[in-house]
């Protein structure tokens, strides 16, 4: 285990007075509505009062885009140790075994009590239907609308969370802060256009906000994924781990001038191929599981064939596949592909990896608690021990429903535990801003992290990019960190950053290769596993 510091250059983003800020009184409070928040609420007693907070529509999540499913045995040809087996030799020695055995152990209940809900899956025979994808030994990918699992799934969670009286959804709510005293966690500080500032006190607070895949110039993720729960974490003095762990998805459409969109590994797990600019099948080149080797190895192997053959992409072809299976499948990612001229029945479609699902995280144990007391997480905003240095395909959906489960349950016993005595603390955000700041540019300042991020801490690293990335995100966040921003794209901009550099220092530390990780100044991976990087503020 490797223990670093770092220090933010402030506590809170912005100033607040607690005699001049409206203030608001909740039992839970969940920040974030992806598939670990919505289902944290679902467990809170409803006696208490649980207030989740979004930052834009509730729909809108990592959670909701996911495609490929939710990895389960359902089949009986497959069996739970199975599932295990896949999952550890995917994390390439940084798992937890005892976080992998309770989740996937769990995985055939969660996917069920989802049909429960609503959620309707594929079927085949009358059984859910079952898919295999990149590292799992059997077909146990559970999927819904051929490709767009992710938004069946949460249309029958937020459904049904909203039919819960006791659970009430701010949407468009930016949250600046968690409030702390005393080493606990009491709340947040929000912000939304109609109301301004407002304090909300809580007894326990969920943490749920989801990835940071925006950091990358390249990201198959959302705008809204810009590591800000990950952030104000580590303001509040959470502890963080794995954060050099980002795992970069091998497929990602490229179209020069047009947003990224993922296309699935289920397409890879149907039967497609890889091949290069030439046609050339060139996976089995540098793994014997052709293209459904892990994504690490997959997206290594794009990267260096596209470096052979000097050009911009790889291609997926689908064309042996039949029409039917294609048409049924990937309804979405075709739909998509036509949007370009493009027809995945006879043409080979352009793709290159880019940032996808970041493993790295606040610290949980297997009860969903951080080492902030008061504070429960969730999601991809936690390092769980599930993923360890890379993420097994369609386990993310999954952890979020299991630990969503877990923290709901810890939170809400918790809050049942204190009484309705609410206190407001006098809490301290005093700072001062220079006077004549020039106004910045933070389309152009977010852009040239992206590309500073892909550049020197994307699939290959080494010691000079990391170095030349840490002088440079210094250099702009002395500057960017002065500034008291009114808006959420100047605190997700100061998010991104302190995020960024406890990435750049993890990456530096872990001083081998394993998963995601990938040091081409040291090509090995150690043994014994040196562990985690864990990362706090001073």
């Known amino acids: 285990m490797t223990q670093l510091t770092y220090q933010p250059r402030r506590r809170y983003l912005t100033r607040f007075h607690p005699k001049r800020v409206p203030h608001m009184f909740t039992d839970v409070l969940v920040l974030g509505s992806g598939i670990a928040g919505i289902r944290a609420a679902l467990e809170i007693d409803p006696s208490l009062r649980v207030v989740v907070v979004t930052k834009d529509q509730v729909e809108l999540s990592n959670s909701a885009w996911a495609q490929g499913g939710i990895a389960g045995v359902l089949d009986p040809s497959d069996a739970i140790q199975n599932h295990v087996a896949d999952t550890i030799s995917a994390g390439a020695g940084l798992c937890d075994g005892e976080v992998v055995e309770k989740v996937v152990e769990a995985a055939p209940r969660l996917i069920r009590e989802l049909s429960e809900f609503g959620a309707r899956f594929d079927q085949k025979d009358g059984h859910i239907a079952l898919t295999t994808e990149g590292g799992h030994s059997h077909p146990r990918v559970a999927h819904a609308l051929g490709d767009a699992t ?12 909203r039919g819960s009286s006791w659970n009430e959804i701010w949407e468009r709510t930016f949250t600046i802060d968690l409030l702390t ?24 607070t969920i943490l749920c906000t989801g990835g940071a895949g925006r950091l ?30 980002m795992q970069f ?68 072809d689908l064309t042996h596949l039949p029409d039917e299976l294609v048409n049924s499948r990937f309804p979405h990612i075709s739909k998509v592909c036509q949007e370009f001229g493009l027809d995945l029945n006879r043409d080979r479609i352009p793709v290159r990896p880019g940032a ?10 297997l009860e969903g608690r951080t080492s902030l007391p008061g504070l429960w997480a969730a999601g991809e905003a936690t390092s769980s021990g599930l993923h360890g240095a890379n993420r097994l395909a369609s386990n993310s959906l999954l952890e979020g429903l299991y630990y969503g489960i877990q923290a709901g349950k810890g939170a809400s016993q918790a809050a049942l535990e204190i009484p309705d005595r609410f206190n407001v603390i006098p809490l301290e955000s005093d700072w001062t801003e220079p006077s004549g700041l020039r106004e910045l540019n933070l389309v152009d300042l977010l852009n040239s992290l992206s590309s500073v991020m892909w550049r020197n ?69 150690l043994e014994p596993c040196p562990g985690h990087v864990s990362i706090q503020s001073s």
């Not at 929000?190 to 109301?195: D, Q, S």
């Open 150 to 161: 992710g938004k069946e799934v949460m249309r029958a969670l937020i459904e049904k969370a």
């Open 181 to 204: 005293h005393e080493g606990e966690c009491k709340g947040a500080l929000v912000w939304n256009a109609e109301h301004g500032k407002t304090l909300v006190w809580a007894k326990q």
């Open 216 to 245: 990358f110039r390249e990201t198959t993720n959302p705008s809204i994924a810009t590591a800000d729960g990950h952030a104000i974490a580590y303001r509040a003095g959470a502890k963080l781990r794995d954060m050099e762990m």
């Open 249 to 316: 998805h091998p497929t990602v459409l490229y179209i020069a001038g047009s947003s990224r969109h993922l296309i699935s590994e289920a397409v890879r797990g149907e039967g497609a191929y890889l091949v290069d600019a030439s046609g050339h099948r060139f996976m089995f080149e540098y793994d014997e599981r052709g293209e459904l080797a892990p994504r690490d190895i997959v997206s290594r192997a794009i990267t260096d064939q596209m470096e052979k053959t000097r050009h911009p992409c790889v291609y997926l």
């Open 356 to 365: 996808h699902y970041m493993i790295g995280g606040v610290e949980v144990d």
């Open 457 to 525: 801490v994307g699939i290959h690293r080494d010691q000079e990019g990391l170095t030349a990335a840490a002088s440079q995100v210094d250099f702009w966040e002395r500057f960017v960190s002065q500034r008291e921003f009114s808006t959420p794209e100047g605190w997700e901009l100061q998010n991104m950053m302190l995020v960024a550099r406890t990435m750049i220092e993890s990456a530096n530390a872990r001083r081998e290769s394993r998963g995601v990780h990938y040091r081409t100044d040291f090509p090995e991976t």
